[in-house]
């Protein structure tokens, strides 16, 4: 069984910053597409940002420059730094695996709560 382990949620005041880690298993890590999406409320679940196993990045517009996608392959881990945070930032962020087998593998989800 693929899991994803995600933390570092929090609350957070407007223009602050957060980083989310999201771990799982090195045979996933390094053959997926690991992403990083959002549910917002009253909003459908969206992409935030996504990185190939070749390291090529892409970010919502919404996101664009103030969020950072990155990867740890000594920890199998994938990061979401998070700057300049917004209220309409808030919501839940999820992980996510696409592997190679072209299965979509979601993490648990770790809520992230901007103040204004």
């Known amino acids: 069984q693929v899991l994803l382990v995600e933390s570092g949620g929090g609350l957070v005041q407007s223009g602050g910053s957060l980083r989310l880690s999201c771990a799982t298993s090195s045979g996933i890590f390094r053959s997926s597409i690991m992403s990083w999406h959002r549910q917002s409320p009253g909003k459908q679940r969206e992409l935030v940002a996504g990185?190939?196993?070749?390291?090529?990045?892409n970010y919502g517009d919404s996101v664009k420059g103030r969020f950072t996608i990155a990867r740890d392959d000594s920890k199998n881990t994938v990061f979401l730094q998070m700057n300049n945070l917004k209220p309409e930032d808030t919501g839940v962020y999820y992980c996510?695996?696409?592997?190679?087998?072209?299965?979509?593998?979601w993490g648990q989800g770790t809520q992230v709560t901007v103040s204004s």
């Open positions: 996510s695996a696409h592997t190679i087998s072209d299965r979509d593998v």
């Open positions: 990185l190939t196993i070749s390291g090529r990045t």
